[in-house]
């Protein structure tokens, strides 16, 4: 019994604990979207790929740390939903990515699978995903507003915990927009 109960502990501590209250991981640590970039790529680079500079950066990934439970706050794209539910989607760092405007490079596009489904009451919801983040550059098919697009990924996160965004802010959800860019 003493040592099922230490395995427990041991186990809980190791992956966290989901907080009833929010539904996110306790202790996950709160990651800017600066940090899946390289610290050279300016945010600009990462809101007009190919257009801001002639250096290709996007593919750079800089988040390795695979095994620590995260928290990364951006917009849903869906890639998979039904009705107003939410299986599975892109987290894009600005309302509009994709459908408004250019794609985020790479690096700035996170694929989430949630581990349960969420429910998107409205266009460009900000969401904050919990859980593991793994570096990888893949692809995924998504239907948008005028037709198919195949968007190419750097991270994805698997059984990610989803929940409306509170409180934390990443600076570059403000910052890095079709609109704000225009603005500078």
Known sequence: MRRALFLLKFTTMMIGT???????????????????????????????????????????LAWRDEARTVELTGFILPVDQDGENVYEFMLVPWAGACSHSAAP???????????????????????????????????????????VRVLDYGYSMSQAQVAKATGFVDPDLKTVSPLGVLAR
């Open 105 to 147: 490079p790479p690096n700035q596009l996170v694929h989430v699978v949630a581990a349960e489904p969420f429910h998107l009451s409205r266009v460009y919801e900000v969401v904050t995903v919990t859980g593991n983040l793994r570096p990888g550059l893949d692809k995924t098919q998504l239907f948008i507003m005028d037709g």
């Open 18 to 60: 989901v907080c009833p209250a929010s539904g996110v991981f306790a202790g996950a640590q709160p990651v800017l979207w600066s940090a899946l970039r390289p610290a050279d790529q300016s945010r600009l680079d990462a809101a007009l790929p190919g257009m801001a500079s002639s250096r290709p950066q996007g593919e750079t």
